[in-house]
């Protein structure tokens, strides 16, 4: 197990937006977490990297707790976050988006290296000069993962992937997700577009008002037709 | 830009000493006096433009350096204090940059705990704090501040030359440049920059942004109390007056009028400002009026200061809102976007 996420609660100041959220995931498989807007989704993701201290509640990464850590910290144990809105450096190019933050802090043998990211992104490559600000979304989408990547991390966690992507970029970024997994990349992804995450998931955890109210694999949650229609559908 | 800043350097290498040499040493003691200053600003926009830090207390670095030669100058000359009395140039620049890299590790380690107008009033307040010490200070001038009879002294190097004087400050604004345009483009000066555009975003990749603004506090107060050195030779006065801040007021507003994130803004902006100081003085006793308004003007006309406009003319652009919304001018936020330009390109 890579990641243990058990009764987690955090807050807004004196507002509660998670009350009791739980998340497994097994190295090397994709899990998704699912809910409506404003579940706590983010804020789940956001408790994980530290960006957002959980108050009570355990994370653990790799069987070691982390719910306390500053989120540098957290990150340099190898979870890579690729956050919603992208939020690429919007002063530096594509190069040194990728270059700034790169290492190789556990010491992989096959470390990912701008050249292996533009292989998988060859649209990036053209633009390698550019500055981020200059970017399309889609293109923007893939610098960052590309910089989570350059940090070589355990756990991948993508939040809101492919929002606003066109359906043709939006395909690439599966694509990409996809290679990685094959490659036994441990991802935490959230998501909208159901049908590509029931292809790429292993595992969904489903979150209502901040409390994971469903979990399975995702052969068991395309069977429960009715999970998707209590928690899901608008 | 790179072309102008090219130019800009030869300018500087060229027309001071062939002014000296034609019997027009004002011009050179001018000259002289904005390289130095020049080297300041290049050393505040190392944390302003790239690192998105606005520091008011950075003439307090200025002052050290100055002190670091007169102090050991006037023991050396008037006794006392044996462990620093000298004339020799060597013990001069190590003191000027022990005292600036200390007193930078010191107060950055607490000013860096703090953003935005925070910062800006906790670095002034330690600013004023050196300040009124040195006040108090009355062996070594107080108030009225302090002669230093005999210039650094280094081997091969007179600096009561005026032209060897300017070679040498010339020299160290080259290599400044050079260091801060290496730093600039190196990963610590990409992931300053990137921490200055979105902070959150740089620690949840594994970035103590701490850490890396204190070394880069440490090095621009290092420079600029490099700075403070040669202003001490060239000034052979120095009184707390130069530490005050109003002249940290000055050196910021150098890299703003220059462009900050530019390496040859605050070049530029220290040429126009002591240019437009001296000119202005000898057309009216009111100078500061219209120098006042003119730089007022600048600030708010200027897209990314004069090198902004220099490397992006108004007349040349092709989509004037877009530029004006990629408007690099609130760099002073710590908040700035900036435009599609890139600070290296002027080198």
Redesign the interface.
């Known amino acids: 197990m890579i990641l243990q996420v058990s009764s987690l609660c955090t807050y807004y100041g004196q507002s509660q937006a998670l009350f009791n959220v739980n998340l497994t995931i097994e190295a090397g498989q994709v899990a998704a977490l699912l809910g409506r807007n404003g579940m706590g989704k983010t804020t789940t993701i956001h408790s994980i990297?530290?960006?957002r201290t959980a108050s009570t509640g355990s994370i653990q990464y790799q069987g070691a707790e982390i719910s306390k850590l500053?989120?540098?910290s957290i990150?340099?144990l190898g979870l890579?976050?690729v956050?919603e809105g992208r939020?690429i450096?919007?002063?530096?190019?594509v190069r040194?988006?990728l270059?700034?933050?790169?290492?190789n802090?556990l010491g992989k043998t096959n470390p990912w290296t701008m050249e292996r990211v533009l292989t998988m992104f060859p649209s990036l490559a053209s633009r390698i000069s550019s500055?981020g600000?200059?970017l399309s979304g889609g293109e923007q989408q893939m610098l960052a993962i590309g910089?989570?990547l350059m940090?070589n991390p355990n756990l991948l966690i993508l939040d809101d992937a492919t929002e606003g992507l066109a359906p043709l970029v939006r395909q690439d970024i599966w694509n990409a997700l996809q290679e990685l997994k094959e490659e036994g990349m441990s991802i935490l992804i959230v998501d909208k577009n159901l049908n590509d995450l029931i292809t790429l998931a292993d595992t969904m955890t489903v979150i209502e008002k901040g409390v994971t109210v469903w979990s399975g694999d995702t052969g068991t949650f395309t069977r429960e037709g009715w999970v998707q229609e209590k928690y899901l559908s608008i | 830009m790179r072309w102008f800043s090219i130019v800009l350097l030869l300018i500087l290498a060229i027309v001071p000493p062939v002014a000296f040499i034609t019997g027009h040493a004002f011009w050179m003691d001018l000259f002289t006096r904005l390289v130095v200053l020049a080297i300041a600003a290049v050393a505040l926009n190392l944390i302003l433009g790239y690192g998105g830090l606005v520091s008011f207390g950075h003439a307090a670095y200025l002052g050290l350096g100055a002190y670091a030669v007169g102090i050991p100058v006037y023991h050396a000359t008037y006794g006392g204090f044996d462990s620093i009395a000298s004339y020799n140039g060597f013990v001069h620049l190590g003191i000027a940059i022990a005292v600036s890299a200390v007193y930078a590790l010191v107060t950055g380690a607490i000013s860096l705990r703090t953003r935005g107008v925070n910062f800006i009033m906790i670095t002034m307040a330690f600013g004023q704090m050196i300040f009124y010490a040195i006040v108090s200070l009355e062996t070594y001038g107080g108030d009225d501040g302090l002669t230093i009879d005999v210039r650094s002294e280094f081997p091969g190097i007179n600096l009561d030359n005026p032209l060897a004087l300017y070679g040498l400050c010339y020299g160290s604004l080259v290599l400044v440049l050079y260091l801060v345009y290496r730093i600039s483009n190196s990963?610590f000066g990409?992931?300053l920059?990137?921490a200055?555009?979105?902070e959150?975003?740089?620690?949840?990749?594994?970035?103590?942004?701490y850490r890396y603004r204190l070394t880069a506090y440490v090095i621009s107060g290092v420079i600029c109390g490099y700075a403070g050195f040669l202003l001490g030779n060239f000034t052979t006065f120095i009184s707390p007056e130069m530490m005050d801040w109003t002249r940290s007021g000055e050196i910021m507003f150098m890299v703003i009028l220059g462009g900050a994130?530019y390496l040859c803004g605050p070049v530029i902006g220290a040429l126009v400002f002591i240019l437009l100081e001296h000119l202005l003085s000898e057309i009216t006793v009111y100078w500061h009026l219209p120098f006042g308004l003119l730089l007022i003007a600048s600030v708010l006309f200027l897209r990314g200061g004069l090198a902004g406009a220099l490397s992006n003319p108004p007349w040349f652009r092709k989509d004037r809102s877009s530029a004006l919304a990629?408007d690099t001018s609130t760099a002073a936020s710590g908040t700035?976007?900036?435009a599609?330009t890139?600070a290296d390109d002027d080198v």
């Open positions: 990297m530290g960006i500053a989120s540098f990150a340099k890579g976050l956050p939020q450096f919007p002063n530096l190019t040194e988006n270059v700034a933050t790169a290492s802090r500055m600000n200059l910089r989570a940090t | 990963r990409l992931t920059q990137g200055r555009s979105n959150e975003r740089m620690r949840a990749i594994g970035v103590d942004c994130t990629s700035a976007t900036k599609p890139r």
